[in-house]
């Protein structure tokens, strides 16, 4: 009887120690070197899961991971995708970030001003997105810089930026100056993406605008050399010299030399900053501007102001 009931302490004694021994290994946390950026596949098995982890040096051993998993039911909460693991961790915390759902955001940008078919090679080239893409016009999506998760497809990107663009479109023109000769959503999407390829200073935006809502209310010819380049290339590529005077002649309504207010379409992706700036272009008596040499340009009222601008600027280029 003293035997079983020594026996009964003992195994008692020794599931204390084990029970205190896994707690230890289960919440002592160790330092990582450096972040850990780890996958977790769809119908990875719990085994391959922790030897990833053993791998990686984020537990002293996968059978760990695995037992407090079981104990725990873990496994069957575990979410697939890529998850960034930094700092001070325990196998619990661990465990507590493959079951959050937290999982790590890729980013993709679409800077402001490319075409349809730079932003499509820009999703192509990402090698962490999936699934291909259905083409899309200049003008339908947003430039920024979009979050995504490892493996989701390309088209769900440019949904999103299609749809971005429509909110950001429909806010400035519910938002415009009322005096603005634009006749709907489309031809101030139209004229942002020229403003767009006009300037890259973000505060002369409002500026160039002006220009061309006053060249627009006088019934004037635009003449905007994107707009050109865009009738020769469409886009596609890059014009790769400087544009010549049989270039302005070249019969089309994107060239905006020949022909009289808009060009049918946008001719980029116009960012909201050049959006909202058609919306709200600067009041301004300017009909005129030509590049300043310093990275900005100089804006005239008269022809002969124009005149004097161009030729200082051709000073400075030579």
Same mark, same amino acid.
């Given at each position: ?78 979410? +697939? ?7 001070? /961790? ?9 079951? $959050? $759902?937290? /999982? ?90 020229? /403003? ?45 010299? +400087? ?76």
């Amino acid at each position: 009887m003293k035997k079983l009931l020594f026996l009964f302490i003992l195994g008692l004694g020794t599931a204390a120690f084990l029970c205190f021994y896994a707690a230890k290994i289960v919440h002592t946390k160790h330092t990582l070197n450096e972040p850990v950026l780890l996958q977790v596949k769809g119908g990875e098995s719990l085994k391959d899961i922790a030897l990833d982890l053993e791998n990686n040096k984020l537990v002293s051993k996968a059978f760990y991971f695995i037992l407090y998993s079981k104990i725990k039911k873990i496994y069957p909460k575990v979410k +697939a995708g890529e998850y960034l693991i930094e700092g001070d /961790v325990s196998i619990k915390d661990i465990a507590d970030i493959l079951t $959050g $759902g937290k /999982v790590y955001l890729r980013k993709i940008t679409f800077p402001e001003g490319r075409t349809a078919v730079e932003a499509v090679n820009t999703l192509l080239d990402n090698e962490f997105l999936e699934d291909d893409v259905e083409p899309f016009e200049d003008g339908e999506i947003l430039p920024e810089t979009y979050t995504f998760s490892r493996g989701d497809s390309r088209q769900s990107i440019v949904n999103k930026a299609k749809k971005d663009l429509q909110n950001v479109l429909e806010q400035a023109w519910n938002e415009r100056d009322v005096d603005l000769p634009l006749k709907n959503k489309q031809e101030l999407l139209i004229l942002a993406s020229i /403003v767009e390829k006009e300037t890259g200073v973000a505060e002369e935006r409002p500026q160039v605008a002006s220009v061309f809502v006053n060249r627009l209310k006088k019934g004037m010819l635009l003449q905007t050399d994107p707009t050109v380049i865009y009738a020769i290339t469409r886009g596609k590529t890059e014009l790769g010299r +400087a544009l010549t005077r049989k270039d302005l002649e070249i019969d089309s309504p994107y060239n905006t030399y020949k022909y009289t207010g808009l060009p049918p379409s946008p001719i980029c992706n116009p960012g909201k900053a050049a959006i909202m700036a058609v919306a709200h272009p600067d009041k301004t008596p300017y009909l005129y501007f030509v590049a300043s040499g310093t990275g900005g340009h100089n804006f005239a009222r008269t022809l002969n102001e124009h005149n004097a601008n161009v030729k200082k600027w051709r000073s400075l280029s030579k």
